[in-house]
């Protein structure tokens, strides 16, 4: 499985991103999708999972309510919504995808991951 992200870049505190991921290469039919960041010198976070064909996700507790998960069935991709962008969401943000159900928030849980995407957020 191939994911390739996109979207990131620099933006002011209160302003928004939206962050793409697009899929290749997969074979199974039920999956689960994720986003995690990682801030400069800290590591890997959850930030937000959803499951295959579903619109509502799992967040982590510091994005809920301004952060949006959702896929994109048709074109195999997966978006990341953020809005009221604040410096400490400033980190590299990943893509991960794997095969079953659970919402894991764990990284070691995810098997495929994408590139990253660095979003900064100034203030």
């Known amino acids: 499985v191939q994911l390739q992200a996109s979207g990131g870049g620099l933006v002011q505190a209160g302003g928004s991103l939206r962050l793409s991921c697009a899929t290749s290469g997969r074979t199974f039919h039920t999956y689960v999708m994720g986003w995690f960041r990682q801030p400069p010198g800290k590591e890997r976070e959850f930030v937000a999972a959803i499951r295959d064909r579903r619109i509502a996700g799992s967040y982590a507790d510091s994005v809920k309510g301004r952060f949006t998960i959702s896929t994109d069935i048709a074109t195999d991709t997966l978006y990341l919504e953020m809005n009221s962008l604040k410096p400490e969401d400033t980190a590299i943000y990943y893509c991960?995808?794997?095969?079953?159900?659970?919402?894991?928030?764990?990284?070691?849980?995810?098997?495929?991951w994408g590139q990253g995407t660095q979003v900064t957020v100034s203030s």
């Open positions: 991960a995808i794997r095969e079953g159900t659970y919402l894991y928030r764990t990284a070691e849980s995810y098997p495929y």
